[in-house]
């Protein structure tokens, strides 16, 4: 229970520290609760040092409500704030404040940043409850407050005092001694704010000077930098050693063959809304279609034209002369396996130029063909994936000549006659896995 294991107020520093306006309210409500209840019974022992306890926390939080109250509104602070960061930054920064007026003053200037206040002016200003004290009279008073524990460190912070230390009286004390509030200005320890010195060692606000504070601030950022690239250095590696694991994987038939659909369902899409915004094919819809499926076409015979070029050249350079053996196969198996590995850099260049041009012979009366970025895209994307289907083994090839309706290599556009099939025009091609093999895509007809 609650006799066993350190007093829970041992345990609350940091809690404190994270307290906004509104948990305080509750606080104050609740403890002004209990104070009323137990009050009238104050002639037990217990019940008077619980009701001492009570007052103090009660005040305290009257002063925090108060001074946090006053910074929300100067500051435009939202209301969710955390109290005691903002209450400590306030410290130091009156501190500074201070500390430069201390070098422009001439001696024996202003009592307001003198180091002397009675305890009765503690008692009246840090009450915030009189009506005879101004804001200034109060802002002078916190002022030569700050400047009273400047003198004795040279860095002041904020105490919440929740436990009996110091000038402090003992919780043993009758109900009837009069103690000042909890909010204190005391010298802090070291170059950290801490709220008690219970908790000093692991504080978690620092207010350090500007100077102490960016060499820190550059020497964690430096760790962290280091320890950033070394984390970097070893996915590098990590993504190397599944690249040279796995590269079959990311080249595999099934995978191009989604990539067919995908250039049917999406990029074929994106191209004829870029040929809808060209003003002499928004009504040509046919026409549109057409152009598209050419380009397929186009693609899928100059890329065969190129890798029968390329195979040609490299055995006439090294096997020409030579008589024909075993070498000529394993030539040709390490041309296919070059370019199978290769079929996602290989340069294109010619290709994607003689079906642009092929295209631009055609449609000699479509000039602006020529500045519709859709269209260029789609001429890239559509020659280099039938390069990709080119190189497996077997070559994937295209089908586009049957005029009969077969289910196993055809599907119906949505606007075709289901009764007819008799097919009329292609909107695209079937994919077949070799000359006569296995339909891995549907063609998309019109019966």
């Known amino acids: 229970g609650v006799s066993k294991g350190p007093a829970p107020v041992q345990a609350s520093h940091q809690r404190q520290l994270s307290l906004r306006q509104a948990d305080i309210q509750e606080r104050l409500i609740k403890n002004k ?15 008077a040092i619980l009701l001492t306890i009570l007052q103090r926390r009660v005040e305290c939080d009257k002063d925090a409500l108060f001074q946090f109250t006053q910074l929300r509104k100067e500051l435009c602070v939202d209301s969710e704030t955390v109290v005691a960061p903002l209450l400590m930054r306030y410290s130091n920064a009156c501190d500074q404040v201070l500390e430069l007026m201390k070098e422009v003053a001439e001696d024996g200037d202003s009592s307001d940043i003198s180091g002397y206040h009675s305890d009765s002016d503690s008692a009246i200003m840090m009450s915030g409850n009189s009506p005879y004290v101004t804001k200034r009279a109060r802002h002078n008073f916190l ?70 504070r960016d060499e820190r601030e550059i020497a964690s950022l430096q760790v962290e930098l280091e320890t950033t690239r070394a984390e970097l250095e070893r996915t590098k590696a990590r993504l190397e050693l599944v690249s040279s694991k796995t590269p079959q994987q990311e080249l595999s038939g099934p995978r191009l063959v989604r990539c067919y659909g995908n250039l049917y369902s999406q990029a074929r899409v994106d191209a004829l809304d870029a040929l809808d915004t060209l003003p002499q094919l928004h009504e040509a819809i046919e026409l549109k279609s057409k152009i598209l499926f050419s380009v397929v076409v186009l693609a899928f015979r100059s890329v065969s034209s190129l890798l029968t070029t390329k195979r040609e050249q490299v055995t006439r350079i090294l096997l020409n002369p030579a008589p024909l053996s075993s070498a000529h196969s394993d030539l040709e198996a390490a041309i296919s396996t070059f370019l199978h590995r290769t079929v996602d850099t290989f340069d294109l260049t010619h290709s994607i130029e003689e079906v642009s041009s092929q295209l631009w012979a055609t449609l000699y009366d479509y000039p602006s063909l020529k500045s519709c970025g859709g269209l260029l895209q789609y001429i890239r994307d559509s020659v280099r994936l039938a390069w990709a289907l080119t190189n497996q083994s077997p070559s994937y090839v295209l089908e586009y000549e049957q005029r009969v309706f077969r289910r196993d290599l055809h599907v119906r556009f949505h606007s075709a006659d289901s009764d007819s099939d008799h097919i009329r025009t292609y909107l695209w091609p079937a994919l077949l896995q070799g000359p006569g093999g296995q339909c891995v895509h549907k063609a998309v007809v019109i019966t």
């Open 33 to 47: 609760t209990v104070l009323n209840v137990v009050e009238p019974a104050i002639g037990n022992r217990s019940l």
């Open 143 to 212: 002022t030569r407050s700050v400047r009273s524990g400047s003198n004795r460190s040279g860095r002041t912070c904020l105490v919440l005092s929740t436990s009996t230390s110091g000038s402090t009286k003992s919780s043993d004390s009758p109900p009837g001694t009069d103690r000042g509030p909890e909010w204190e200005w005391k010298a802090g320890v070291g170059s950290g704010v801490t709220c008690c010195p219970g908790c000093q060692s692991r504080a978690t606000l620092q207010v350090l000077p500007p100077r102490e």
